[in-house]
């Protein structure tokens, strides 16, 4: 398997404009996360899917920010309108199941900078 | 935020010597993680102890828990420069795994 794959790995945008990261999950995982990973706050978990369904929204910072799983093996972390203080690198990861609270599979991140 | 704090912040060593770095938490936990990350990449999977375990191994890594303490130790024993990287210990309670901020180690050749 391939593992967790983002895209895009680096993404450059001005202040105001629509950012789309995707992240495609390990075959036969079913349990997704996304974290931010900033200097000053560190690894944040934004919001947590089990099979599809978004479980745990609390940590997406506001309104701006959108996550889907439109299914089982894909999710999109839409930021709209974007601004500088999103610049960081968000990270997918996914694991096979709740039961074994085990390991998480990270991607490679996608490094956002809002100018 | 972040569930863990780190000790040291970042650790230099020469080649061959062991690099000990340490994690205390505040919470309840089902198990801790120790988490490696490349500049520039992903965090990758070292080793998982479970809350009623005390003290585990894997290859030149051996992670310590103390419930009581609500703290861990990560021990890379015979370091290469290979293992320069972020070490992060995480713990996990159900589905949340929360980070610490990280020990960033610089193995000196």
């Known amino acids: 398997d391939a593992g967790v794959i983002q895209s895009p790995r680096h993404e450059v945008t001005e202040m105001g404009q629509e950012v789309t990261l995707r992240c495609k999950l390990i075959?036969?995982?079913?349990?997704l996360f996304w974290y931010r990973q900033t200097m000053m706050r560190g690894l944040e978990l934004l919001i947590y899917f089990n099979n599809n369904v978004p479980i745990d929204d609390s940590g997406m910072p506001e309104d701006r920010f959108s996550a889907k799983m439109p299914n089982a093996s894909f999710s999109t972390l839409k930021i709209q309108p974007s601004e500088p203080r999103d610049s960081a690198v968000y990270f997918c990861a996914s694991s096979p199941g709740l039961a074994e609270r085990g390991e998480l599979f990270f991607g490679e991140g996608s490094r956002l900078t809002v100018l | 935020s972040q569930q863990g704090e780190e000790d040291p912040q970042a650790l230099s060593i020469q080649e061959g010597e062991n690099a000990t770095m340490n994690c205390s938490y505040k919470t309840s936990i089902n198990n801790l993680q120790w988490y490696r990350q490349n500049s520039g990449r992903g965090l990758v999977h070292l080793i998982l102890?479970?809350?009623?375990?005390r003290e585990k191994h894997s290859g030149r890594l051996r992670v310590t828990l103390d419930t009581s303490k609500k703290s861990s130790s990560l021990l890379i024993t015979a370091s290469r420069a290979a293992d320069t990287a972020s070490y992060f210990c995480?713990?996990?309670?159900?589905?949340?795994?929360?980070f610490g901020a990280g020990t960033t180690v610089t193995v000196r050749a």
């Open positions: 995480a713990t996990r309670y159900d589905y949340k795994l929360s």
């Open positions: 075959s036969g995982h079913n349990s």
């Open positions: 102890i479970r809350s009623n375990e």
